[in-house]
């Protein structure tokens, strides 16, 4: 089989690190890395490779961040008390922070996109969960949630501030990335979308909790409620309030959902 080189460079001043051969097809073995250089005021991040195998002579190189920058990053994107860490530099337009959430930022930008990912290792039955706002030309400019490389769920048009939650299915590291895609043509609204409250863990759970007032169902019927459940009340929580998400079973047609503030 034939053999390829791999080299490693500094991300900021390009010295050359080392070298690896290896056979094409191969990954790299994560124990050939060298140890990245340090520079004043810069955070080693990480290496740009993927872990994909490799077909011919490559140079990795390493990936520095402002670690201020970065900090304040991630304390926009996260919902209190949670310390995930995101990078905000894989796009050629990062996201953005205003008011305390985290926006696109390729407004009015043809053909662009801005993004930023994570890599969350999460135990079956945990959630991800975070809340999201679009205002774009409705089925051309998205929001798109990427899980492990594939679309998990997209937004479109004029949404307000909404929730998605999503539920690990099995024990792994999950490859989630957030991305304002946009076409080659017009734009519509304030072309941006925001993220904000990013929470990983548990899903939050109450019991015995007693609550009074009217729930909106499917359809924008309206029904009264003002019962006790002990399986039926799950909680979440963000910097803005806390919502409680009530199940009743009074037909299999319905569920219903009713954010409350408590």
């Known amino acids: 089989m034939p053999e390829i080189t791999v080299t490693f460079e500094d991300g900021i001043d390009g010295t050359v690190l080392g070298t690896y051969t290896m056979t094409t097809g191969e990954t ?93 290792t999460m135990r079956a039955g945990e959630i991800l969960t975070f809340d999201y706002m679009v205002s774009s030309e409705q089925g051309y400019d998205k929001l798109l949630l990427n899980m492990n490389g594939t679309v998990k769920q997209q937004w479109s048009g004029d949404i307000g501030w909404q929730s998605y939650t999503f539920a690990a299915e099995a024990d792994g590291t999950y490859h989630f990335e957030w991305t304002y895609i946009k076409d080659g043509s017009s734009a519509s609204g304030n072309d941006t979308a925001y993220v904000d409250n990013v929470y990983v863990g548990p899903a939050p759970s109450v019991e015995g909790v007693t609550i009074q007032g009217t729930a909106e169902v499917m359809e924008n019927r309206r029904l009264p409620f003002g019962q006790e459940s002990r399986s039926d009340i799950r909680v979440r929580h963000n910097r803005r309030c806390i919502s409680v998400l009530i199940l009743c079973r009074v037909h299999p047609a319905f569920s219903f959902r009713s954010p409350h503030s408590v």
């Open 28 to 120: 790299i073995p994560e124990s050939v890395f060298p140890a990245p250089l340090e520079h004043e005021g810069w955070a080693f991040s990480e290496w740009d490779y993927d872990g994909s195998p490799v077909f011919v002579d490559t140079t990795v190189t390493s990936v520095y961040v402002d670690p201020v920058a970065a900090a304040a990053f991630d304390n926009a994107v996260n919902a209190e008390g949670c310390n995930n860490h995101f990078d905000n530099t894989i796009s050629a337009y990062p996201r953005v922070i205003e008011d305390g959430h985290v926006k696109s930022g390729n407004q009015g930008i043809n053909s662009s996109a801005s993004s930023f990912d994570a890599y969350i």
